[in-house]
């Protein structure tokens, strides 16, 4: 069974940093590629960024280039999003989510998410 | 801003057929196959449907999709209460080197 556990949200101020975490379990994490997806309070969803397995690179979306940095860890089977710079715009629930295979085109499993509450 | 056009509602008594559209443009649903989600109020959203028109394991055949130059679309019918959700497309761009998702459409049961 596919398990994606998020961690590491919270309160943090505009201009503060932020490390999540995404725990993959039930399928072999090295092969498939993994994003981050987010959803703010009560708005719909916004693709954040993909890593794609094997040196296939990193992707992310405008709103957040130069601002986070994904990686993963194959040895651990874990997925990270390093935020930078964080605004108030960011705070949303983030959820880590399962890529179809190698590929960024879409994804079939999603974790539970994890908060980030950008405010002073 | 999402890229990818939906109605922001749609509704429907039991049993009925309800229709959501998703327009885009070449860069995405033009050059790339469509997803559609749901997302029950409360939890995380999950895969419907993929490559335009599969159903994943488990998903009742009452969904169904279709694509057209850079539109597609989700098929509900036969209605049911448990179907009161927020439904999404998504899709890859080329141009933007990203997956993009909907704007989002709530389902009603009447």
């Known amino acids: 069974e596919v398990q994606l556990l998020e961690s590491g949200g919270g309160l943090v101020q505009p201009g503060g940093s932020l490390r999540l975490s995404c725990a993959a379990s039930?399928?072999?994490?090295?092969?498939?590629?993994m994003s981050w997806v987010r959803q703010a309070p009560g708005k719909g969803l916004e693709w954040v960024s993909g890593f794609s397995p094997g040196g296939g690179g990193t992707y992310y979306a405008d709103s957040v280039k130069g601002r986070f940095t994904i990686s993963r860890d194959n040895s651990k089977s874990t997925l990270y999003l390093q935020m930078n710079s964080l605004r108030a715009e960011d705070t949303a629930l983030y959820y880590c989510?399962?890529?179809?295979?190698?590929?960024?085109?879409?994804?079939?499993?999603w974790g539970q998410g994890t908060l980030v509450t950008v405010s002073s | 801003q999402s890229v990818l056009t939906q109605p922001p509602s749609a509704s429907g008594t039991p049993g009925q057929r309800v229709t959501i559209s998703c327009s885009g443009s070449n860069s995405n649903i033009g050059s790339n196959t469509v997803n559609w989600y749901h997302q029950l109020p409360g939890t995380a959203p999950k895969l419907l449907l993929y490559?335009?028109?599969q159903r994943p394991s488990g998903v009742p055949d009452r969904f169904s999709g279709s694509k057209s130059g850079t539109s597609a679309s989700l098929a509900i019918s036969g209605l049911q209460s448990e179907d009161e959700a927020d439904y999404y497309c998504?899709?890859?761009?080329?141009?933007?080197?990203?997956?993009?998702f909907g704007t989002g459409t709530k389902v009603t049961v009447l």
């Open positions: 039930g399928f072999t994490f090295s092969s498939y590629a």
């Open positions: 998504a899709a890859w761009d080329d141009s933007l080197n990203g997956y993009v």
């Open positions: 989510a399962k890529g179809f295979y190698r590929s960024l085109s879409g994804v079939d499993y």
């Open positions: 490559s335009n028109n």
